[in-house]
């Protein structure tokens, strides 16, 4: 309820380590409200990916796979180095919005779907669209380098609808990327290897967004606190339909709080995953580009005071 009304949706999950295992606190706001989240979405694809070829391939480490055009149209390019470029925007190999496509192209839109409704437990879900570009490659196969063979091929492509899900859906997702380790078995991303995982963190690490980071600077945090980790992916857009700018950010912050130390006790990891989505409105007078201003710092303000609250334990 401490958020601002122009952010319309919004989970967060505070983890706690106790004697090893980690316990979570939810908290939301319309968190399970179906929305249109953007670029955000882009990481759903590029896990399930992984997820897949581990199922088949347990060994099997993604950083030393190759994406093999079957087409024989293109050279053959890392699995990292494209999700990086996804996730940046550099486009130094594609645009994000086309490398999302063919990373979709790895499952059925149905399959896809479903997999990540049983995922999330969350069944109020639609993930049947790509991202308003096609594939960069439309017969996509991942190769491994190592064992110089073909591990997973494009599946039948598919009729596109909508990509609606919940603020819940991607923190939950995140979750369980970023605390993979941590986590029982039976709570883990179905098949995937952290070996894999963590190809996927690394290049996460490259989202244009920073708003944990001007967050952690301006509460003078980066001076208490050691062995930060951000992982996130922005979405942006302007909805025509709604007559809205539209933001999302889905994170998830891990450090080390040192203050304790200073009493003589350990210590204390503190992290936490969100999904913020905020919505505003445009002027019939305007092109949108202030109200996209006004927007990007309301998010910044309340990841800001998110952390903060967690700095502070007041969630506990």
Not at 16 to 27: A, M, R, S, Y
Not at 253 to 275: E, Q, Y
Request: some cysteine; aromatic content about 8%.
């Amino acid at each position: 309820n401490f958020l601002h009304e122009d952010i319309k949706q919004a989970c967060i999950c505070i983890g706690t380590f106790v004697d090893g295992k980690i316990l979570t606190q939810w908290l939301g706001k319309n968190a399970l409200t179906k929305a249109q989240f953007w670029s955000a979405t882009k990481i759903v694809p590029l896990i399930n990916t992984v997820c897949q070829v581990n199922i088949k391939y347990p060994n099997c480490d993604i950083d030393n796979c190759a994406i093999r055009d079957g087409d024989g149209q293109q050279d053959d390019i890392y699995f990292y180095d494209l999700a990086k470029d996804m996730v940046s925007y550099t486009e130094n190999i594609a645009s994000s919005n086309s490398l999302a496509a063919m990373f979709k192209r790895f499952e059925t839109r149905i399959g896809l779907e479903q997999w990540l409704k049983k995922t999330t437990g969350n069944n109020d879900l639609n993930f049947l669209d790509d991202y308003g570009e096609d594939p960069f490659l439309e017969n996509p196969e991942i190769f491994d380098t190592i064992k110089q063979q073909v591990l997973l091929r494009a599946a039948e492509n598919s009729p596109q609808e909508d990509n609606l899900v919940s603020a819940y859906d991607l923190t939950r997702l995140i979750s369980m990327l970023g605390w993979h380790y941590y986590l029982e078995q039976r709570s883990r991303l179905r098949g995937a290897q952290w070996n894999s995982l963590k190809s996927i963190v690394r290049a996460m690490g490259n989202d244009t967004a920073r708003y944990a980071d001007a967050a952690i600077k301006t509460l003078g945090m980066d001076s208490a606190i050691s062995s930060p980790v951000i992982i996130s992916k922005l979405g942006q857009g302007v909805s025509s339909i709604r007559g809205t700018v539209e933001t999302v950010y889905v994170a998830l912050v891990r450090f080390v709080d040192d203050r304790p130390k200073a009493t003589g006790k350990p210590a204390k990891l503190r992290t936490l995953a969100l999904t913020l989505r905020g919505q505003k409105a445009i002027y019939s007078s305007s092109n949108g580009d202030s109200e996209a201003r006004e927007l990007d710092a309301r998010v910044a303000a309340e990841v800001t005071e998110i952390l903060r609250r967690l700095f502070a334990e007041e969630f506990s």
